[in-house]
């Protein structure tokens, strides 16, 4: 499934292809993804200029003056900003068709989506999708910081993994690079939530931040489906130090890579250092 790096690495590639331009149109290829297509997706969206391009956990919104896209690529989804003649495959599920500019001519958005998990629904203006309701805040903003995690794994006996994979406590963390964060802080990730000491937590949201910020440089992890907008891969699979490793030497000390099930996620770790 495409991470929060792979979302926003998307979102840089479209939006400066959509912003300011006004949708012509909406072809839907099927009426649903994971979820059925809303009516407002072809009577409300076309005529309307896209204002920003935003990236909410690892949503995409396409703001306009009266309401808003809201997209998910789900486990295998590719947007990409073609020409309108661009040869339909067969998972090419929904095109969204863009006015010419001064320096470019029409173009669509198009949603592929082989494994239909993805999904387009609507928000309208001034009001807040449910699906978007109960996030904590972004990985990369001031608003997450150790302190945060402290505060709120006091008490928990969940494995500090899985509690930091938690869109209640903050957004986009997932399996991939909650392996990596963990590996670069140092901590285990069985070890309970709560028994993890505030300056610990300070080290662990500081390596979150710096990881998610160096994969979005790079491009994301391309390990399976995901593709930037340009069509070229991302590079940061390139640079991963536990995940996927299982069996190999730990790129820090040598020890082999050890692998776990957690919340039914592949789990990487380093015993040697990671306590």
């Given at each position: 499934?495409?991470?929060?790096?792979?979302?926003?690495?998307?979102?840089?590639?479209i939006a400066p292809?959509?912003?300011?331009?006004?949708?012509?149109?909406?072809?839907?290829?099927?009426?649903?993804?994971?979820?059925?297509?809303?009516?407002?997706?072809?009577?409300?969206?076309?005529?309307?200029?896209?204002?920003?391009?935003?990236?909410?956990?690892?949503?995409?919104?396409?703001?306009?003056?009266?309401?808003?896209?809201?997209?998910?690529?789900?486990?295998?989804?590719?947007?990409?900003?073609?020409?309108?003649?661009?040869?339909?495959?067969?998972?090419?599920?929904?095109?969204?068709?863009?006015?010419?500019?001064?320096?470019?001519?029409?173009?669509?958005?198009?949603?592929?989506?082989?494994?239909?998990?993805?999904?387009?629904?609507?928000?309208?203006?001034?009001?807040?999708?449910?699906?978007?309701?109960?996030?904590?805040?972004?990985?990369?903003?001031?608003?997450?910081?150790?302190?945060?995690?402290?505060?709120?794994?006091?008490?928990?006996?969940?494995?500090?993994?899985?509690?930091?994979?938690?869109?209640?406590?903050?957004?986009?963390?997932?399996?991939?690079?909650?392996?990596?964060?963990?590996?670069?802080?140092?901590?285990?990730?069985?070890?309970?939530?709560?028994?993890?000491?505030?300056?610990?937590?300070?080290?662990?949201?500081?390596?979150v931040k710096r990881?998610?910020?160096?994969?979005?440089?790079?491009?994301?992890?391309?390990?399976?489906?995901?593709?930037?907008?340009?069509?070229?891969?991302?590079?940061?699979?390139?640079?991963?130090?536990?995940?996927g490793r299982e069996?190999?030497?730990?790129?820090?000390?040598?020890?082999?890579?050890?692998?776990?099930?957690?919340?039914?996620?592949?789990?990487?770790?380093?015993?040697?250092?990671?306590?």
């Amino acid at each position: 499934m495409p991470e929060l790096p792979e979302v926003e690495t998307t979102r840089r590639g479209i939006a400066p292809h959509l912003i300011g331009r006004r949708v012509t149109g909406v072809t839907l290829r099927r009426p649903d993804l994971r979820w059925p297509i809303p009516p407002e997706i072809t009577t409300q969206l076309p005529g309307q200029r896209i204002d920003a391009v935003e990236r909410r956990a690892k949503y995409l919104l396409l703001h306009t003056e009266i309401g808003s896209a809201l997209l998910h690529l789900g486990m295998t989804g590719v947007l990409r900003v073609l020409p309108p003649d661009a040869l339909v495959g067969k998972h090419d599920h929904v095109d969204i068709a863009l006015e010419p500019t001064a320096t470019e001519g029409p173009r669509v958005l198009r949603f592929t989506d082989a494994r239909r998990f993805g999904c387009l629904l609507w928000q309208p203006a001034g009001e807040t999708h449910e699906l978007l309701e109960a996030l904590g805040p972004e990985p990369l903003t001031d608003d997450f910081d150790g302190d945060l995690l402290w505060r709120l794994s006091r008490g928990r006996t969940a494995a500090v993994k899985l509690f930091l994979m938690d869109n209640a406590i903050v957004v986009g963390v997932g399996n991939i690079y909650a392996s990596e964060a963990l590996f670069a802080a140092g901590i285990d990730p069985r070890k309970p939530a709560g028994s993890i000491s505030r300056a610990r937590y300070a080290r662990l949201a500081a390596e979150v931040k710096r990881i998610l910020a160096w994969a979005i440089e790079r491009g994301g992890t391309t390990l399976r489906d995901f593709i930037n907008p340009d069509g070229a891969p991302g590079y940061f699979f390139r640079e991963l130090q536990v995940y996927g490793r299982e069996g190999e030497a730990c790129r820090a000390c040598g020890t082999p890579v050890r692998q776990v099930v957690l919340g039914q996620r592949s789990t990487f770790w380093c015993a040697r250092c990671q306590k």
